[in-house]
Nanobody, 121 residues
Framework: QVQLVESGGGLVQVGGSLRLSCAAS?????MGWFRQAPGKEREFVAA????????YYKDSLKGRFTISRDNAKNTVYLQMNSLKPEDTAVYYC?????????????????WGQGTQVTVSS
């Protein structure tokens, strides 16, 4: 059984940065980050393969967000730069036993509890 625990969320001003962490117990293969803003559906943010060699991003977030992983620490990171008010959401870490980097939430088997990110103007 895989358990995922996110951390690193908080309140940040527009233009600031945050790094989210997701600590995994067990060994999920591909990992992803999703987010859900109030009143909106959960949306894909980024995904990374087991090796870290393959990454995939929501088009509109490319260049501002970077996903990475440290398998020695069983941790996945999401570095978020130049944050905007529309980035405000609960961010969720997700894991799958598959090796393909995917953006579809229903294909992820394991989910963390989420961490709140609030970008204030």
């Amino acid at each position: 059984q895989v358990q995922l625990v996110e951390s690193g969320g908080g309140l940040v001003q527009v233009g600031g940065s945050l790094r989210l962490s997701c600590a995994a117990s067990g060994s999920p293969q591909s990992m992803g980050w999703f987010r859900q803003a109030p009143g909106k559906e959960r949306e894909f943010v980024a995904a990374v393969s087991r090796s870290g060699g393959n990454t995939y991003y929501k088009d509109s977030l490319k260049g501002r967000f970077t996903i990475s992983r440290d398998n020695a620490k069983n941790t996945v990171y999401l570095q978020m730069n130049s944050l905007k008010p529309e980035d405000t959401a609960v961010y969720y870490c997700a894991g799958t036993l598959g090796t393909t980097v995917i953006s579809v939430a229903s294909l992820y088997k394991y989910w963390g509890q989420g961490t709140q990110v609030t970008v204030s103007s």
